[in-house]
């Protein structure tokens, strides 16, 4: 009898007891199914964890996840509610008429009719579990789960690192090298049965020793490579090894009469073969890397800092080093600056960073700090640092300088320095169009503004319009205040009765601001030595003779005179004119400006100001430019920050022709032809295919994967042809296109084009030509 019957009937007695009893049967075997596929995984993981010991955290990980799941789900199994058993008990007996629920209320609930079905139900469970369970669960899903998992953790061990044969101190496992025969070599001749290669990477590397899988192979540059053979039988001639020029033979093993072996230092690429009277191996390439020097960048801070008052004086640095092999050393080299001008000091401060390169890593960060105090610095010093990292090779790679400056707020900037070497302008240089602009500034703040502010601010904008005018105006030789814009001279009374002007108002020369004093001729205000001849228009001086007063009548047309605006300058007449129509127009804005009229004097302001740009087109001369002074350089901005636009490298590419006349090449290339035919091999066809064999050699050690195959073609059948025997033509076609792609490209033809077939299509052409 099974488990689930005998509950059922030592619990007849309790209706809902048998539906509980079922439940706990099936929640046991579900427990069972969920720990089989649980406990596989488990092992699962703990060969993993065991083949690959550095992905044991993610499998604990990985173990702790599957736990929880598991737990979820067993307490989902055990805390499954009787009422779901009775539907399960329903769906899978029909005896029990979906009336399993019966089972679980108590009889004095129930109805007469109730009482009856679950009396009749009682009688008819036992005899459903007396046929086997209640609840049957499958477990086949399970136990294939399981076996897959163990399975695969199987698989995993076999495939662990380090599962594969540790090779021979020796030599490591047989390299399979494919050899070749001369038809000549007798069959009892002792042949090359076993290879065996072994590589001893350079102490820097921090590499251990390996067997090359195959004949071609990669190294780092320094290796000792170690070539052993065995033969089938003792030989007088000792193997060959041809290591690309030169040709080195082997050395018999001590205490074996049939090993041999060479090693060499590598320091280069190169092809290798080996070779035994008439048995040669094909051509094998090995790959020298060469060690590359530490490479460092600096990430912050930039090229030129600006430490600033107020900013504690220290800068952090944050490089990041990365090497091939590992980082042995790195230091970093601080120049510090103090002074000004010739008494600047320069002190070197080292500071070791190897610290932070424990264990040799490939790739580090360095996060040193720059305390400027502590190197001695003061307001207004620099300091210039770089980098310095070692590799365990000894080579020595340098960052660029980087510049820190500590600003100095108490430095005064020298007028007379700032005016050495450039053009210095007034800090307010006023024109045309800052009138302009300061005449709408005030329109626009005309209403929020009191009327006797308006005021003042527009005849300040007049003052300012006077003084350009009078700048402008003595381009026509108007040096006076009377005559510009054409104004009158007052009367001597008016003049003499107005009071002056207030100082700040009115013009800033020194005519506005100065006492008046009496009336003076207007050659008071020349001197002798001005470059002028200021005697016209006097009577002769007592003593003058008539032929100097003619003299004097003469030079008189080519006198410069300072109080005639005809003659007081060398203008055109056209433009002349044009700028006294500037001054006119100036002279209207001012008005206007000193009477408040703002909006009155926009117009006239405009027209000066397009008048005064068509004078300066028209009298600008244009020249060839005869060199070049570029701008200076804004030091503080782009100085050491590394920004190479523009400044590239200057590259010229020209192509060079090949050699119109390839002999060599060419006449291999007729060779292979001729063999691909049906015809006999032509004379000289071994030779011609053995001169062309060390380009394709040189080809082939720069891209083995291209011309490595062809190489071995082209020794085949340079054999074969020795001893008389028939070419082998699968390995002509890829020996002829290798001797192809070494040849130059031929330069493109002229093709003819096809002649239209219609005569409207003829037309067409001929009226797109």
Request: proline share 9%; aromatic share 6%; net charge positive.
């Amino acid at each position: 009898m099974s488990p689930a019957a005998a509950a059922v009937t030592t619990e007849t007695a309790a209706p809902a007891g048998l539906v509980r009893a079922a439940g706990q049967s099936r929640a046991r075997r579900r427990t069972l199914t969920l720990l089989l596929p649980g406990l596989a995984a488990a092992g699962l993981l703990l060969t993993v964890a065991l083949a690959w010991p550095g992905a044991g955290y993610f499998m604990a990980g990985v173990a702790l996840a599957l736990l929880l799941l598991a737990g979820w789900a067993g307490w989902r199994i055990w805390h499954e509610s009787p009422a779901a058993t009775a539907r399960r008990l329903n769906r899978q007996h029909p005896p029990l008429e979906d009336s399993a629920a019966l089972l679980l209320r108590p009889a004095s609930e129930l109805n007469l009719l109730e009482r009856l079905q679950q009396q009749r139900l009682q009688q008819r469970l036992p005899s459903l579990a007396a046929a086997g369970p209640l609840l049957p669960v499958n477990f086949r899903p399970a136990l294939v789960g399981a076996a897959a998992l163990l399975l695969l953790a199987a698989l995993v061990w076999w495939q662990r690192p380090g599962s594969a044969t540790t090779p021979a101190p020796a030599g490591g496992a047989p390299v399979a090298l494919r050899f070749q025969e001369t038809p000549a070599q007798p069959a009892a001749a002792p042949r090359i049965i076993e290879t065996r290669l072994r590589v001893q990477p350079p102490a820097y590397t921090r590499q251990a020793a390996f067997a090359p899988e195959s004949g071609s192979f990669r190294c780092p540059a320094g290796s000792q490579v170690r070539w052993q053979v065995r033969l089938s039988q003792p030989s007088k001639t000792l193997p060959v090894l041809e290591l690309g020029a030169r040709k080195l033979p082997l050395r018999p093993v001590p205490g074996d009469s049939l090993a041999f072996e060479r090693e060499e230092l590598l320091t280069a690429s190169a092809l290798y073969r080996l070779r035994l009277g008439g048995q040669v191996s094909d051509d094998y390439s090995i790959e020298v890397v060469p060690d590359q020097a530490p490479v460092i960048r600096l990430i912050h801070p930039k090229a030129y800092t600006l430490v600033e008052f107020g900013q504690p004086p220290r800068v952090a640095i944050e490089a990041q080093l990365r090497d091939d092999y590992g980082l042995s050393r790195a230091r970093l080299v601080a120049t510090v600056a103090q002074g000004q001008g010739e008494a600047v000091k320069f002190t070197e401060v080292v500071t070791e960073l190897s610290a932070g390169l424990g264990g040799q890593p490939t790739a580090a960060t360095l996060r040193p700090v720059l305390n400027l105090r502590a190197l001695g610095l003061s307001y207004g010093d620099e300091v210039y640092f770089y980098l310095q990292a070692w590799d365990n090779r000894q080579q020595l790679t340098r960052s660029d300088t980087y510049l820190v400056q500590w600003e100095d707020t108490t430095v005064q900037s020298s007028g007379l320095d700032a005016s050495l070497g450039v053009n210095t302008a007034p800090a307010y240089f006023r024109s045309q169009r800052q009138i302009i602009i300061d005449t709408e500034k005030l329109l626009a703040e005309q209403r929020g503004l009191p009327a006797a502010t308006v005021q003042e601010r527009a005849n300040s904008i007049g003052v300012d319009q006077k003084l350009l005018r009078m700048r402008y105006g003595k381009f026509l030789g108007e040096e006076t205040d009377e005559q510009i814009g054409g104004a009158t001279r007052p009367d001597e009374a008016d003049q003499a009765s107005r009071p002056a002007d207030p100082p700040g108002l009115g013009s800033v020369v020194a005519e506005d601001h100065t006492t008046p004093e009496p009336a003076a001729p207007a050659a008071e205000e020349h001197h002798e030595g001005d470059g002028h001849d200021h005697s016209h228009g006097l009577p002769a001086p007592a003593g003058q003779s008539a032929a100097e007063a003619r003299t004097a009548e003469l030079m008189e047309p080519y006198m410069h005179r300072h109080d005639d605006s005809e003659t007081a300058d060398f203008l055109e007449p056209a433009v002349k004119a044009k700028l006294q129509a500037v001054l006119a127009q100036m002279w209207e804005s001012e008005l206007r400006l000193r009477t408040g009229q703002l909006r009155e004097a926009l117009p006239f302001e405009y027209r000066a100001l397009r008048l005064l740009k068509q004078v300066q087109q028209q009298t600008r001369a244009y020249v060839k430019k005869a060199g070049f002074t570029p701008p200076p350089m804004p030091e503080a901005t782009t100085r050491l920050t590394g920004d190479l636009a523009g400044a590239s490298a200057p590259r010229r590419q020209r192509q060079l022709e090949a050699p119109p006349a390839q002999p060599t090449l060419r006449a291999a290339l007729a060779v292979v032809r001729q063999l691909r035919g049906s015809g006999p091999p032509p004379a000289g066809a071994a030779a011609a295919l053995e001169q062309v064999g060390p380009e394709l050699a040189r080809a082939a050690l720069q891209t083995p994967g291209r011309y490595l195959a062809a190489l071995r073609h082209l020794r085949e059948t340079t054999a074969s042809l020795r001893a008389g025997q028939p070419v082998a033509q699968p390995g002509l076609a890829p020996l002829e296109r290798a001797l192809t792609d070494l040849l130059p490209v031929p330069p493109p033809a002229p093709t003819a084009r096809s002649a239209p077939k219609t005569q409207l299509t003829r037309r067409y052409f001929d009226l797109l030509n």
